[in-house]
C-alpha cells in the first residue's frame, strides 16, 4: 500500500495564478483532511470530507476549494494564489473520524507564493 | 471546545538522558489523544494513541504517554534520548467526530 500520496511535492506561483494539489489514498477510508502547516502554528484545518461526494470548510478556508469526487481522491485548489498561502500543505485520511481512528498524512506540499 | 496546549516549542536534551514533552488538553467530553512526530521535510507519523483502555500507552520507537485526566495532561516521555529522535511532535485531541485538533508542536533537540 502507498498510503497517502500528494501531488506535486513542490510549486512555485505567481501572485494571481492558480493550482491544483491532488490527494490519493489506498486504503478505503472515508474521511480526508486538507491542512496547512506554518511555523509555530501547528496544522490547521482548511477543509475536509466525510465521504464522497461530501465536502465542509474547516478552521481556514478562505481561498480555498476542494472536490472529492471519488473516495479515494480529494483535490485542493487554489483559485487566485496570494502570498499569505505560502505554506506546506498537508493531506490525511482516517476511518472513522477521531474515534478510534488515527489520522494517516502523505509526505506534504511546499507551495511557495511570489 | 477542545484545545491542545504544548509547553515548551523547543526542547534540548543530552543523547541518553530523559525525554519529556508536555501536552494538556481541555475537552467537554471524554477525549481521545495521540502524539505524532513529523521528521524533516516528512509528514506526521503516529507515536500512540489513547484509548482508554489503558492511562500508560506505549508507543513506537520506546515512548510511551501517561493521561492523568486529573491534570488533564498527555505528556510524552522516552527514557534514553537518541539522536534519531530530534524531530517535531505534536500532540492532537479528538472528541470522536471528524475533528482533530492539534497543539502547536515541540521540536526536540538532542545533542551528541
Known amino acids: 500500500n502507498a498510503g497517502v500520496t500528494q501531488t506535486p511535492k513542490f510549486r512555485v506561483l505567481k501572485t494571481g495564478q492558480s493550482m491544483t494539489l491532488l490527494c490519493a489514498q489506498d486504503m478505503n477510508h472515508e474521511y480526508m483532511y486538507w491542512y496547512r502547516q506554518d511555523p509555530g502554528m501547528g496544522l490547521r484545518l482548511i477543509h475536509y470530507s466525510v465521504g464522497e461526494g461530501t465536502t465542509a470548510k474547516g478552521e481556514v478556508p478562505d481561498g480555498y476549494n476542494v472536490s472529492r469526487l471519488k473516495k479515494q481522491n480529494f483535490l485542493l485548489g487554489l483559485e487566485s494564489a496570494a502570498p499569505s498561502q505560502t505554506s506546506v500543505y498537508f493531506c490525511?485520511?482516517?476511518?472513522?473520524?477521531?474515534?478510534?481512528?488515527?489520522?494517516?498524512f502523505g509526505p506534504g506540499t511546499r507551495l511557495t507564493v511570489l | 471546545a477542545q484545545s491542545v496546549t504544548q509547553l515548551g516549542s523547543h526542547v534540548s536534551v543530552s543523547e541518553g538522558a530523559l525525554v519529556l514533552l508536555r501536552c494538556n488538553y481541555s475537552s467537554s467530553v471524554p477525549p481521545y489523544l495521540f502524539w505524532y512526530v513529523q521528521y524533516p521535510n516528512q509528514g506526521l507519523q503516529l507515536l500512540l494513541k489513547?484509548?482508554?483502555?489503558?492511562?500508560l500507552v506505549k508507543g513506537i520507537n520506546g515512548f510511551e504517554a501517561e493521561f492523568k485526566k486529573s491534570e488533564t495532561s498527555f505528556h510524552l516521555t522516552k527514557p534514553s534520548a537518541h539522536m534519531s529522535d530530534a524531530a517535531e511532535y505534536f500532540c492532537a485531541v479528538s472528541p470522536g467526530t471528524y475533528k482533530y485538533i492539534f497543539g502547536t508542536g515541540t521540536r526536540l533537540k538532542v545533542l551528541a
Open positions: 489513547y484509548t482508554s483502555a489503558a492511562t
Open positions: 490525511a485520511s482516517s476511518q472513522s473520524g477521531g474515534l478510534w481512528g488515527e489520522q494517516f
